[in-house]
């Protein structure tokens, strides 16, 4: 089965500098989802796209932001970093969410210093 | 507050014994996830559990749903250095409609000689 693909594989930046994640889809699967784990947090759900549209965020500030393009790729931005947002995101993606387990990317490795 | 919890959280087992990871859930969902981590990678889809009663068994690991208690286990039989990595259990309490899975903070295992 074709993977998940996420990139940068690892992103280095300071406090106050913006970020941009990058996911790519998968033929068929039009629902994209984000998830933050961070040291000690477990996975937490940050946000979901599907068909170009904003369905569901977490518990997250708004400087946390996404959007899914037509061919259903998918971009994770955050602005204004803070060290608290060190952390891997992970993507992943699912073509029926209602049974089909969702199937994750490598993630992105977030370093803040 | 919806809560997924895992126990134990680390567990040290030697190759050849049997132990069993428990996955304790506050709401009703009738669909539970279990994901396996391996350090640094991604989370890898073991089992989805549908129903109450349900029960799947994959070589060495076999996982099971009680939606009444909201309880999952996974038993690992006759353990192998291979099965080391960090195991979670998910729920899905909206029956798909939020997008988002609920996970616990994960079960480090590992499986020594």
């Known amino acids: 089965e074709a993977g998940v693909t996420q990139s940068p594989t690892h992103l280095i930046k300071t406090r106050g500098q913006q970020a941009t994640l990058r996911c790519s889809p998968i033929s068929g699967h039009t629902s994209v989802y984000w998830y933050q784990q961070a040291l000690g947090l477990g996975l937490q759900f940050l946000l979901w796209?599907?068909?170009?549209?904003?369905?569901n965020r977490g518990n997250f500030p708004p400087r946390f932001s996404g959007r899914q393009f037509p061919n259903y790729s998918s971009e994770l931005n955050v602005n204004a970093l803070e060290l608290e947002d060190s952390a891997l995101y992970l993507c992943a993606r699912s073509l029926v969410e209602v049974i089909c387990p969702q199937h994750f990317g490598e993630g992105t490795r977030l370093s803040i210093l | 507050e919806l809560k997924v919890e895992q126990n134990p959280l680390f567990l040290s087992m030697q190759e050849g014994k049997n132990y069993t990871i428990y996955c304790n859930y506050s709401?009703?969902?009738?669909?539970l996830y279990w994901y396996r981590q391996d350090p640094g990678k991604s989370l890898e889809s073991l089992f989805v559990?549908?129903?109450?009663?349900a029960v799947k068994q994959e070589g060495r690991l076999m996982a099971s749903l009680d939606t009444k208690a909201r309880l999952s286990t996974l038993h690992i039989t006759a353990a192998v250095h291979d099965l080391s990595a960090t195991y979670f259990c998910?729920?899905?309490?909206?029956?798909?409609?939020?997008?988002?899975?609920?996970f616990g903070k994960g079960t480090k295992l590992s499986v020594k000689p």
């Open positions: 709401t009703t969902s009738d669909r």
């Open positions: 559990l549908l129903s109450n009663g």
């Open positions: 796209y599907d068909e170009g549209e904003e369905r």
């Open positions: 998910a729920v899905d309490p909206y029956g798909g409609s939020q997008g988002n899975l609920i």
